[in-house]
C-alpha cells in the first residue's frame, strides 16, 4: 500500500457569503484569531505526513501564495526588533510544506477542481481536504481515516450524522455498519438529495482519501446538481463498480468556517482553548454575557456588569 503524501486543496470558490469582506481577499485568508483559516488546514495535512500541498487556486487568490512565500522585507523588520516569537510564526507557514499551485480557469465544481490535480498526484493515492472545515487537532480525523485506508485500500470518506431534516443541505452516504464502530462501508451516495429522500443521516464533510481511478470517473462524469462537476457522483460510481469506498463517521470537533455564524462560532471556540488567550477572554465572555441577558431572564437583584477595558484588550 502506497504511503499517502500528497493533498490536494481546492480553494477557487469566490466566497460570496462573505462580501463584502471576500471582495479582495480570499475568504481562506479570513483570520482565525490569528492564522488564516488555510493555514489551519495545511497544518492538518503536514501534521500525518502530507508535505506535498497542491492547492486549486482560481483568480485573486495571490494572497495564499504570498501567504506561504517568504517576506524578506517583514522577516528582517522583525529580527532587528528582536521579535523572535513573531519572527518564528512567520517563518513557521514558509517552511510548513512544500506548497504547489494549479488554476481551475472555469468553476466548473469541486470535482472538476480535484480533476485539476491529475496531472500533479500521478497514480497514487492522496487526500482532499476542503478548506471551510477545519478538524480539531486533538481529533485526529485524517490520521483515522489514514489508518482505514492502510488496513482496507480504496477510497476513505468523512462522515459525521446530522439532523434528518438537514440532510438536504449535504452529500449524503448509505452505508452498511457494523455494530458501533465508526467505520462503515459505503454503498451509495447521493448530493444534497430532496428533503426527505436521503438514504441516511450520515453527511459527508471535507475529509477524503482517494484513489487515483477517481480522476478517470471524473473525465467521464457528466455536470450534475448546479450544473458543476460533483466529486460525489463520482465516488458513487466508484462505489458502484467495485472499488472499495469506506466511511469515517466523525463525531469530533469540527468548525465551519464557510458559514458566518459558524465562523464566528469557531473563532470563539479557538480563542477560548488558547492556553495564552483563553483565560481572560473566557472571563470577558461570561460578563458580555451576563450583560447582554435578556431583561425576563435576569433576577430582580441583579446588576449589570461594567466590561472592564483590560478584558476588552485581551
Not at 18 to 32: G, I, S
Not at 218 to 229: A, D, H, Q, Y
Amino acid at each position: 500500500m502506497n504511503e499517502i503524501t500528497k493533498a490536494v486543496i481546492p480553494v477557487a470558490g469566490l466566497g460570496t457569503r462573505f462580501l463584502p469582506a471576500t471582495k479582495a481577499t480570499p475568504k481562506e485568508m479570513l483570520p482565525v484569531v490569528d492564522k488564516p483559516a488555510i493555514q489551519y488546514v495545511v497544518e492538518e495535512a503536514v501534521s500525518v505526513g502530507m508535505r506535498d500541498v497542491l492547492m486549486v487556486t482560481g483568480r485573486n487568490k495571490r494572497a495564499l501564495e504570498d501567504h506561504f512565500d517568504r517576506n524578506c522585507e517583514l522577516e528582517l523588520a522583525l529580527e532587528k526588533k528582536g521579535d523572535a516569537e513573531r519572527l518564528a510564526s512567520v517563518n513557521l507557514s514558509t517552511e510548513l510544506a512544500d506548497i504547489h499551485y494549479t488554476r481551475q480557469g472555469d468553476p466548473r465544481g469541486l470535482g472538476h477542481a480535484v480533476l485539476c490535480a491529475a496531472p500533479h498526484v500521478g497514480d497514487e493515492p492522496f487526500a482532499v481536504l476542503l478548506g471551510d472545515d477545519l478538524i480539531d487537532p486533538r481529533d485526529p480525523l485524517l490520521a483515522q481515516m489514514r489508518q482505514v485506508h492502510r488496513e482496507h485500500g480504496g477510497s476513505v470518506i468523512a462522515l459525521m450524522e446530522v439532523e434528518p431534516e438537514r440532510s438536504h443541505l449535504y452529500g449524503c452516504a448509505a452505508a452498511e455498519r457494523d455494530g458501533t464502530s465508526p467505520v462503515v462501508r459505503v454503498t451509495d451516495l447521493v448530493e444534497k438529495p430532496a428533503p426527505g429522500t436521503a438514504p441516511s443521516n450520515l453527511a459527508v464533510i471535507g475529509r477524503y482519501i482517494l484513489e487515483p481511478a477517481v480522476f478517470d470517473v471524473l473525465r467521464r462524469t457528466p455536470p450534475g446538481r448546479g450544473g458543476e462537476i460533483q466529486l460525489t457522483d463520482a465516488i458513487r460510481t466508484l462505489a458502484a463498480t467495485g472499488h472499495t469506498v469506506h466511511g469515517v463517521v466523525f463525531s469530533g470537533r469540527r468548525y465551519d468556517t464557510g458559514d458566518r455564524g459558524d465562523y464566528l462560532r469557531a473563532v470563539v471556540r479557538i480563542a477560548a482553548d488558547r492556553s495564552d488567550l483563553g483565560p481572560d477572554f473566557v472571563e470577558w465572555l461570561r460578563e458580555f454575557l451576563l450583560d447582554h441577558q435578556p431583561v425576563e431572564h435576569r433576577s430582580v437583584d441583579e446588576r449589570p456588569v461594567e466590561l472592564r477595558p483590560a478584558a476588552l484588550t485581551a
